[in-house]
C-alpha cells in the first residue's frame, strides 16, 4: 500500500468521530458524576461536527479509499446524516431516563458513540472485510449497553442472549463469507460481484454461502426464523437502550444488506429474492399475529419491528433500484415513527416506574393530551393510514412488489398490515378511551419536549409533502448504485 | 402578489380563521373567535371581489394551474389545482360575501349560545370547503371539497345535538346525500375510465367532443351512450346536493340547524353546489339530449310540487326552506334548457335575496323569542320596521316584481324554457309558469302572517310548540322561554343582525338589473359555459329578442306571467288580510289534498317506510346470519381465534431458552438450504 495516496478525506467524519470519542473517554475520568451534563453536550457537539464534516466532503458519486474497502457514496452520505439525527434524538430522549437509572454514565455515550462509529463503517464498507469489523464494532459495543446496569437480572440475561446468538449469526455469516470466497477467489464486493456474473464461479458453493449469508444478515435485521432475540432483547433492556438498538442500527443494517446482497452478490438476486420473500412473508405473520398477543408495549413494538423488517425486504425482493429506494425510504419513515414510539415511553417513564404496559398508557388523553396525540400520530403512522408518512412508506414497498408481477405477496402484506392495525388501534383505544391508571404527573425536560414533538408532528407534515424525502431517496440510490 | 398566492389567500384565510376559533376558541374566549374568523373571510371577500372586478374590467385572464402535488400513482395524479374563470370569480364573490354577512349575522344571533367559537369555526371550514369546491380544476379536489361542504352541513344541522330532531335531521341529510353521492362517484368514475385517465378538467372537456357517440355496454347487449350515463350520474350527484326530487327530503328539516347556517349552506351557497357543477361540466352535457331532458323534468316537478308545500306550512323557516327548493327546480330546468349562464345567473340573485329572506325570517324568530310558528306573529311591522322593509324587499324579488332582481333571473328562465326545443319543454314551461302563482301566493302568505294584521301573540298563547326554536341545547324541556307573554313586546333586532339585511337588500334589489346584460348576453362567460347553439338554440333566440333591461322590465308588465305573481300576491291578501275563514273552510273542503300537503306527498313515509325500514329489515337479516353467523362467527371471531391461536402457539415457541433460539435459527438455515438445493438438484 502506497501511503502517499491514501486519501483520508471520504473517511473524514469516520476519523473524526473515533478521534473525538476517545478524547471524550479520557475526558470522562476527570469528570464527577454531579457534571455528567458536560459528557452530554460534548457527546451531541460531536454528532453535530461530524454530520457537519459530512455534508463538507459529500460527493455526488462513489469514492473508494483504503485500497476500495471503503466507499463513500450519496447513499452512505444519506444514511449517515440520518443515523447522526438518530443518534442526536436518542441521547436528547433517554437524558432523564438514564440519570434516573443511575446510568447516565461516560459508559452510555462512549459506547453509543462508538456504536455509531460500527453504523458508519457498516455504511460505507466495500469488502467482506470492512463490513463484518464494522458490524462487529457495532455489536460488542450494544451488548455492553444493554448490561449497562450490571445489577438488573433482565438486562444482563437479555445481554448474554444476544451476546450468544449474535456470535452465532456472526459464525454463520463468517462462514457464508468464505464459501463465497472461495468460489470467486475475492473479498472486495465489486470483484465479487464481476466474479459471478462471468460465471466462471462454482455455482453450488455459491448459493451453499449465499443461504449462510442470508441467515446472517436476516439475524441484524431481526427478521423471521431469525427473530427471537429481539423481544427479550427488547423488553429486557432499559426502555433508552432498546431505543438505541432499535434506530439507527436499522438504517446500518439495511445499507449492510443492500451492500452484501446488491453490490456484491447482485448477479444472484434470482436466488436471494426467493430466500427474502420466504423470509418478509414469515416476517410479516409471525410479526403482526404475534404483537396482538402481547401486553408489554416495549415487546410489543419488537414484533412490530420484525413485521416491519418484513415490509422493508419487499423492497429489496423487488430486485431494482426502484424497489431498493422505496426499501430505502421506509427504512427511514420506520426510524422516525419507532423513535417516537419509544420517546413517548421515556417520557412517561420517571424514577422507579417504567412505562412498560398497556395500562400504563390508559387514560394518557385525560394525563396529557399532548404526548396522547403525538403517541396516536406514531401508532397511525406505524399502522400505514394516511395521510402519515407510514401510509407511504408501506405503499411505496408494496408497489415495488406488484410493479415486478409479484401480486400475491402485496395482497399478503396489505392483509399482514391490516392485522397489525389492530393492535397499533389497541394502543390508541387505551390512550383514549380507557380511565387512567397511573395518575403521576409527567414532568418532560423542555427540550426533549421539543425534539419529540418536532419529530411527531414531521409524521403528518412529511405525510401531506412526501415527495422531497422520497425524491432524496431515489436520488441517493441511483448515484450509488452504478453497479447495477 | 402573483395570482397564485392570491387565489390560495382567498382560500385559505378562512381556514386560518376556523382553525384559531376551533382549537384554540378555549382559550381566546368568544370575541377574538368571532374577530379572527370574519377577519380571514373578509380578506376572502376583498380580494374575490379584487378577482371578480378584474375579469370585468379585462384585466384578468383565466388561470388554470395545480399549486400542490399530493401523489401519482402509476400516471394518475391527486392535485390540488386552481381552475378560475368568470364563472369561478363569480361563485367566489357570492360565497364569501354572503358568508361575510352571514359572519356578521351570528354575532347577534348566536350571542347566548355556549357553541359560540364552535359555530363560528364551523361556518368559516364551511366558507373554506366551498371556496375549494368552486375553484377546483379536477374531478377530485371537486369531490373533497363537494363532501367537506357536505361535512360541515352535517355538523351543522346537528349543531345542538343535544336535540334528538337535530340529530334525526343531520343523519337524515347525511344518508340522502349518500344516494347522491354514490351516482357522482359512479360518474366520476366513468370520466376517469373513459375521458382519456386524467381527472383535470380541461383533458376531460377536450376529449370530449370526440367521445360524443361512445357507447358502453353496463349490462352485456345493452349499448348506452357512454355520454348520457356519465352525465346522469353526476346529475344525481347534483340532485342530492342540490336537493331536487326525489332527494330533496333532507332540506326541510336541515332547518333544524340555526337561522344563519341555513341562510349560509342550505340557501345561498352549498345547495347551489350541484348547479354549480352542471355548468362547470356544460361541455359533457350539452352532449346529451337524454340528460338535459332528464334534468329539466326533474327540476319542472320540483319548481312546482314544492312550491305547492310551502303554501301549507306555519313554520316561517319552512315556509322559506320550501321556497329554497322551489326556485333550486327553477334553475334546474334553466340548466335543462341549455341556459347554463341565467341558471348561474338566478344562483347568483338567489343567494342574495333567499339569504336576506332566512335572515329576516331568523331576526324575526329573534323579536318573537325564538318562536317560529306564524299564527303567533303578526303585526311585526310597527316593532320591527327595518326587518320588515327588508323582508318585503326580499319577497318582491323573489316574486319577480320586474326591476328587481329576481325578476330579471326568474324571467330569463321562464323565457329559455319557452324557447328551449327539448321533448320535456312542453311540462317544464307550465310548471315554471305555474310556479309563479304559487311562489307569489305563498312568499306573500307569509308577509302578511307575520308584519300585518292583527298581533295574535296576545291570544292563545301556550300549547302549539310543535317546532322547537333555536336556543334550548342547555334545557331538558327547552320550552318555557319560548315565545312571547302577552304582555311583552316585540323589538328590532340589534344591529349586527340588521346591518347584514340591510346590506344584502341592495344586491336583492339592484344586481339583476344591472348583471343581467354582461352575463347573460354580454361576452362574461363566453369560453366557460359551452352551449352548443345549433341543437339548443334557446339562449341564441334570448338573446335576439334582448333590447336592455329596461325594456324587458316595462315589457313584463304586459305579460302573462307578471299578473301571474299579482294575482298569487291578491290572492294572499284577500286570504289572510281580508277573509281568513275562507282558507280554513277550503282547508277542510279538500281535506285530501291537505292531507296529501301535510304529508309532503308520503316522500318521507315511503322512504322512511320502504328504505330505511327496508334496509334496517335487511340488516337486520345480514345481521344476524352474514354478521352474527358467518362474519362474527367465522371470519371475524374465527379469524381472531385463529390469530389468537397462532399467536398463543408462536408465543409458547418463544420459551425464553437460549438453546430453543440457536436451534430454530439452525432450522430456518437448514430449511433455506433444503430449499435451494431441491431446486438445483430438480
Known amino acids: 500500500m502506497n501511503w502517499a495516496d491514501l486519501n483520508l478525506m471520504p473517511a473524514a467524519p469516520e476519523l473524526f468521530l473515533f478521534s473525538a470519542v476517545s478524547v471524550l473517554l479520557l475526558l470522562d475520568l476527570f469528570v464527577s458524576d454531579a457534571k455528567r451534563g458536560i459528557t452530554y453536550v460534548l457527546s451531541l457537539a460531536i454528532l453535530a461536527v461530524a454530520a457537519v464534516l459530512q455534508l463538507a466532503v459529500a460527493e455526488p458519486y462513489a469514492i473508494h479509499t483504503f485500497s476500495n474497502t471503503f466507499v463513500s457514496d450519496p447513499l452512505s452520505t444519506l444514511v449517515k446524516l440520518a443515523m447522526y439525527a438518530t443518534t442526536f434524538a436518542v441521547l436528547v430522549y433517554s437524558r432523564q431516563y438514564c ?386 | 402578489m402573483d395570482m397564485k398566492s392570491l387565489y390560495l389567500l382567498i382560500a385559505l384565510s378562512p381556514l386560518a380563521g376556523s382553525l384559531i376559533a376551533g382549537l384554540f376558541g378555549w382559550a381566546i374566549g368568544r370575541r377574538a373567535a368571532h374577530v379572527v374568523t370574519i377577519l380571514g373571510v373578509a380578506v376572502s371577500a376583498a380580494l374575490s371581489l379584487k378577482v371578480l372586478h378584474g375579469f370585468l374590467t379585462g384585466e384578468a385572464s383565466v388561470f388554470n394551474e395545480a399549486v400542490y402535488t399530493w401523489l401519482t400513482v402509476g400516471g394518475m395524479e391527486f392535485s390540488v389545482g386552481f381552475l378560475v374563470d368568470t364563472l369561478t370569480a363569480m361563485m367566489m364573490v357570492v360565497v364569501s360575501f354572503v358568508s361575510l354577512m352571514v359572519h356578521i349575522y351570528t354575532i347577534g344571533y348566536m350571542q347566548e349560545d355556549p357553541g359560540y367559537q364552535r359555530f363560528f369555526s364551523y361556518i368559516s371550514l364551511f366558507t373554506f370547503s366551498m371556496l375549494m369546491l368552486v375553484m377546483s380544476n379536477n374531478f377530485i379536489q371537486l369531490f373533497f371539497g363537494w363532501e367537506a361542504v357536505g361535512l360541515v352541513s352535517y355538523l351543522l344541522i346537528g349543531f345542538w345535538f343535544k336535540r334528538p330532531t337535530a340529530i334525526f335531521a343531520n343523519l337524515k341529510a347525511f344518508l340522502v346525500n349518500r344516494v347522491g353521492d354514490f351516482g357522482f362517484l359512479l360518474g366520476i368514475g366513468l370520466v376517469l375510465a373513459h375521458f382519456g385517465g386524467s381527472l383535470n378538467y380541461s383533458d376531460v372537456f377536450a376529449a370530449a367532443p370526440g367521445l360524443a357517440n361512445a357507447t358502453i355496454a353496463i349490462f352485456p347487449g345493452v349499448e348506452w351512450s357512454l355520454m348520457t ?95 329554497t327548493l322551489s326556485q333550486l327546480g327553477y334553475m334546474t330546468v334553466a340548466l335543462g334548457a341549455s341556459a347554463y349562464s341565467i341558471a348561474m345567473f338566478h344562483v347568483m340573485t338567489h343567494a342574495f335575496f333567499k339569504a336576506l329572506l332566512f335572515l329576516a325570517a331568523g331576526s324575526v324568530i329573534i323579536g318573537m323569542h325564538h318562536d317560529q310558528d306564524m299564527r303567533n306573529m303578526g303585526g311585526l311591522r310597527k316593532y320591527m320596521p327595518i326587518t320588515w322593509i327588508t323582508s318585503l324587499l326580499g319577497s318582491l324579488a323573489l316574486i319577480g316584481t320586474p326591476f328587481f332582481s329576481g325578476f330579471y333571473s ?67 324541556s ?19 343582525v340588521t346591518l347584514p339585511l340591510v346590506v344584502l337588500a341592495i ?54 306571467v307578471f299578473w301571474l305573481a299579482v294575482a298569487g300576491v291578491a290572492l294572499a291578501w284577500f286570504f289572510y288580510m281580508k277573509a281568513p275563514h275562507i282558507p280554513a273552510a277550503i282547508k277542510q273542503r279538500f281535506a285530501v289534498i291537505d292531507r296529501v300537503l301535510e304529508n309532503k306527498y308520503y316522500m318521507d313515509d315511503l322512504y322512511f317506510n320502504l328504505f330505511a325500514k327496508g334496509s334496517r329489515a335487511l340488516g337486520t337479516f345480514f345481521w344476524k346470519v352474514g354478521d352474527m353467523l358467518l362474519i362474527d362467527g367465522l371470519v371475524v371471531n374465527g379469524s381472531a381465534k385463529l390469530v389468537g391461536f397462532f399467536s398463543g402457539v408462536v408465543r409458547k415457541l418463544q420459551t425464553g431458552f437460549i438453546y430453543s433460539y440457536a436451534t430454530t435459527m439452525i432450522v430456518g438455515v437448514l430449511a433455506l438450504m433444503t430449499l435451494w438445493f431441491a431446486q438445483l438438484i430438480f
Open chain 2, 410 to 476: 326568474k324571467d330569463s328562465i321562464i323565457e329559455a324554457v319557452h324557447a328551449s326545443n327539448l321533448a320535456a319543454s312542453g311540462f317544464a314551461y307550465f310548471a315554471v309558469v305555474a310556479g309563479v302563482f304559487v311562489t307569489a301566493f305563498y312568499s306573500f302568505r307569509m308577509y302578511f302572517l307575520v308584519f300585518h294584521g292583527k298581533e295574535r301573540w296576545m291570544e292563545n298563547h301556550g300549547s302549539h310548540h310543535e317546532h322547537h326554536g333555536d336556543h334550548d341545547d342547555e334545557e331538558p
Open chain 1, 99 to 484: 440519570a434516573d437509572r443511575g446510568i447516565f454514565k461516560g459508559e452510555y455515550f462512549t459506547l453509543s458513540l462508538f456504536a455509531l462509529a460500527g453504523m458508519n463503517i457498516m455504511v460505507s464498507a466495500s469488502h467482506f472485510l470492512s463490513l463484518y469489523m464494522g458490524l462487529e464494532l457495532l455489536s460488542l459495543c450494544l451488548y455492553a449497553l444493554i448490561a449497562l446496569q450490571r445489577d438488573s437480572v433482565p438486562a444482563t440475561e437479555s445481554a448474554m442472549k444476544y451476546f450468544v446468538l449474535g456470535a452465532l449469526a456472526s459464525g454463520l455469516l463468517l462462514y457464508g463469507m468464505s464459501m463465497v470466497y472461495g468460489a470467486t477467489g475475492s473479498l472486495e464486493l465489486a470483484a465479487v460481484a464481476k466474479s459471478i456474473g462471468a460465471g466462471s464461479a462454482n455455482q453450488v458453493l455459491l448459493v451453499f454461502g449465499l443461504v449462510f449469508i442470508v441467515a446472517g444478515l436476516a439475524f441484524k435485521l431481526g427478521a423471521v426464523p431469525f427473530h427471537m432475540w429481539v423481544p427479550d432483547v427488547y423488553q429486557g433492556s432499559p426502555t433508552a437502550v432498546a431505543l438505541m438498538i432499535g434506530a439507527a442500527p436499522k438504517l446500518a443494517a439495511f445499507v449492510f444488506v443492500l451492500r452484501f446482497l446488491v453490490q456484491g452478490l447482485g448477479p444472484l438476486v434470482a436466488d436471494w429474492q426467493g430466500m427474502l420473500a420466504i423470509v418478509a412473508v414469515l416476517s410479516m405473520a409471525i410479526g403482526n399475529i404475534t404483537a396482538i398477543a402481547q401486553t408489554n408495549i416495549k415487546r410489543m413494538l419488537a414484533y412490530s419491528t420484525i413485521s416491519h423488517m418484513g415490509f422493508l425486504l419487499l423492497g429489496l425482493i423487488a430486485g431494482n433500484a426502484d424497489g431498493y429506494s422505496a426499501a430505502l425510504f421506509y427504512t427511514v419513515v420506520y426510524v422516525l415513527m419507532s423513535l417516537v414510539g419509544f420517546g413517548i415511553l421515556l417520557a412517561l417513564s420517571r424514577a422507579g416506574f417504567d412505562c412498560e404496559t398497556l395500562d400504563d398508557l390508559k387514560g394518557l388523553n385525560q394525563r396529557n393530551s399532548w404526548y396522547a396525540l403525538l403517541m396516536l400520530l406514531a401508532m397511525f403512522s406505524m399502522a400505514g393510514i394516511p395521510p402519515l408518512l407510514g401510509f407511504f412508506a408501506k405503499f411505496a414497498v408494496i408497489m415495488s412488489v406488484v410493479n415486478i408481477g409479484l401480486v400475491w405477496l402485496a395482497v399478503f402484506a396489505v392483509v399482514m398490515s391490516l392485522i397489525g392495525a389492530f393492535y397499533y388501534l389497541r394502543v390508541v383505544k387505551c390512550i383514549y378511551f380507557d380511565d387512567a391508571v397511573d395518575t403521576a404527573p409527567i414532568v418532560v425536560r423542555g427540550d426533549m419536549k421539543l425534539l419529540l414533538s418536532v419529530n411527531a408532528v414531521a409524521l403528518l407534515v412529511l405525510g401531506a409533502v412526501p415527495e422531497r424525502l422520497v425524491a432524496l431517496c431515489v436520488e441517493a440510490m441511483k448515484q450509488s448504485l452504478t453497479v447495477l
Open chain 2, 507 to 560: 344586491p336583492s334589489v339592484m344586481i339583476g338589473y344591472f348583471a343581467i346584460e354582461p352575463l347573460l348576453y354580454g361576452d362574461f362567460f363566453k369560453g366557460v359555459i359551452v352551449v352548443n347553439s345549433e341543437a339548443h338554440p334557446a339562449m341564441a333566440e334570448l338573446a335576439h329578442e334582448f333590447h336592455g333591461a329596461a325594456a324587458m322590465g316595462v315589457h313584463a308588465l304586459q305579460t302573462m
Open chain 2, 478 to 496: 327547552g320550552d318555557h322561554h319560548h315565545g312571547l307573554g302577552p304582555n311583552d313586546k316585540p323589538h328590532e333586532s340589534p344591529w349586527v
Open chain 2, 229 to 323: 350515463v356519465t352525465c346522469i350520474l353526476l346529475f344525481v350527484g347534483a340532485m342530492g346536493k342540490s336537493a331536487q326530487f326525489p332527494l330533496h327530503v333532507w332540506l326541510p328539516d336541515s332547518m333544524e340547524g340555526p337561522t344563519p347556517i341555513s341562510a349560509l349552506i342550505h340557501a345561498a351557497t352549498m345547495v347551489t353546489a350541484g348547479l354549480f357543477m352542471v355548468s362547470r361540466m356544460s361541455p359533457l352535457f350539452e352532449l346529451s339530449d337524454t340528460a338535459l331532458n332528464f334534468i329539466m323534468v326533474v327540476g319542472s316537478i320540483t319548481a312546482l310540487f314544492m312550491g305547492f308545500l310551502g303554501i301549507i306550512q306555519n313554520d316561517i323557516k319552512r315556509v322559506v326552506a320550501y321556497s
